[in-house]
């Protein structure tokens, strides 16, 4: 992949990822005693949890012959054995026995990856491991505070990651893409702020006074059984390098003071997202939808995630048939638009990051 | 990314070479294709030995700069390869093919507690490992080991920057280091990492496995280049191939069989894979065994060896006197 460093004009149109991060490698619940495969960041990974319940993260690829791993088995304490010739290895990548001699060889390690567990997920470190501090992991809290309940699951996305944080930095496209469940024409009419600093973007809209589309008022009726009428909706984007974005979303009684901070007249949740690249053209989605109202109602868990799925399932369409489309043309540019700011300062960020890495070329 | 064990080779210049103790010289080399190196890493270049190319290998001691800066170090060692000539002769200007860094020897980040051990020259593998610990601010101690003060490089240096995690210990100042005691302070949540002679590590590797400690904590890496004697020349014959050839002091059997044309099987060639593995039929002296790959109890019985790094010695003593006939040891096998 061909990247230009940030000072061109042009506009790379995907984007290779930083490996200095933290990227969730799956759901606390996907990573057992069975070890499983993911490619994670071009790489195959083998995860596995070991008897004391920690997970662990190998290449899945054994030292001797690339048998991958994860076909293999946990054996005692935090070991995998490859499933070809028997060689065992402990968490951290090494070769506690080879059956066929009486010695190990010394060199016989695979790369093992930092894990930390946080907010349900497996995170992994896929670059540098002396650089791996657990404190760069991204903020969910939502994921795992009393104060939020919901679930969520994950998409296989047919694109390279930035083309999905391109779509959730600008959410204009609801109108067109979701017309049937959040999309509404007062999306693309109303202002919107992009502040940018550090490692962050939030990109804040605010709707005012309007009717609330099919999702909103359904949420609305399960906390105010009944509510009919105008509503002030919002959306602030939160990003954080290289590829979380929490979404703040709500509705509340329109002139009820929200906008002020007094949300009591309204239901809030948030959009969890987070993208693990799988290769240069697709992604590993992960999102939830969380709540902070009716937080013990499984029901209301269970309704939201089916709606979110089915709203997400317009996205991987596009997204899928937007990368396919770049692909198809390789010498047309990608232009921009006042909307996409958002979208615009995640790529300077994260081209930012390439560079560090040594891994963005200047261009001509 | 990870470094990786295939060789891409390139081009490097030798920018600054200076003696930094008895017999060992620092090179600081400019490759043409940089990538840093991380700590334990080394490089694989080719030396001229009697206008031939060999290869060699050496550990990276520093990278600086985003790895356009790898610094070497090289301890003259008539007796066991010749490279270290060529390599003392080097002035700055100098052109070599190296390869970028490769990896056998990964530090692992994380583990609760480290204790690297350098005995003489094997400081060159240990000292950028101690400089990311350092900077990781994890709890080590750097145990440094070697005859004699002016014969340990880069021991200042090593205070310097480590302060009271340097631990030195110096046979000719009355200061050796007790084995069993420094084992002792392993606990389970403790990795050993170490490189220097074959009697050093070999008695660490026995005070680890009797205190019960897990072997896989226990790292070292080895580039066949020690023993418990010192090289001799020997003889091997092959009647399978109708050979006899002479192993002088500064050439393995390996490549004295290879240079007189016999096909032989070989990977490693430092003694870990065993595929250069023989069957010794006859035997008038003593094995040397220098590899990692056979159990104690397999080099006691000296029916095969690893011709890659093992050697004959005329005596079981190391003296020439105690031999059972004059002349050199003679080996007689049989090639895989
Ligand atoms: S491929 Fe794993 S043991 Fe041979
Ligand atoms: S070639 Fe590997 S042990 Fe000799
Ligand atoms: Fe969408």
Redesign the pocket.
Known sequence: MTVVAPTSSTTNKVLPHPLNAWYVAAWDHEVTRKPMSRRIANRPVALYRTEDGRAVALADA??????PLSMGKTMEKDTIQ?P????VYNSAGRCVSMPAQETINPSATVPSFPIVERYRYVWIWMGDPTLADPELVPDMHQMTSDEWAGDGQTIHAACNFQLVLDNLMDLTHEEFVHSSSIGQEELSESDFVTVREGNKVTVTRWMHNIDAPPFWRKNMQDKFPGFEGKVDRWQIINYEAPSTISIDVGVAKAGTGAPEGDRSQGVNGFVMNTLTPETDRSSHYFWAFMRNYALDSQLITTQLRDGVHGVFGEDEEMLKAQQAAIDANPDYEFYNLNIDSGGMWVRRIIESMLAAEGRLVASA | MAATNIETWQSATVIETLPVATGITRIVLEPSMPVSAEPGTHIDLMVEIEGEAVKRSYSVVESTHGGTRLVISVMKAPLSRGGSIFMHSLIPGARLDITQPLQNFPLRVGAQRYILLAGGIGVTAIANMAAVLKRLKADYTLVYVGRSRNAMAYVDELSELHGERLETHIDDEGSSLKVPELVGRADASTELYMCGPIRLMDAVRRSWVERELDLPNLRYETFGNSGWYDPEEFIVRVPKLDLEVRVPQGRSMLEALEDAGAEMMFDCRKGECGLCEVRITELSGTIDHRDVFYSKRQQRLATKMNCCVSRAVTSATGAQSDAAHAGPAVITIEPN
């Not at chain 1, 054994?62 to 048998?67: E, F, P, Y």
Request: glycine share 10%; charged share 10%.
């Open positions: 054994c030292w001797h012959r690339l048998a490859c070809y010739h028997g060689i």
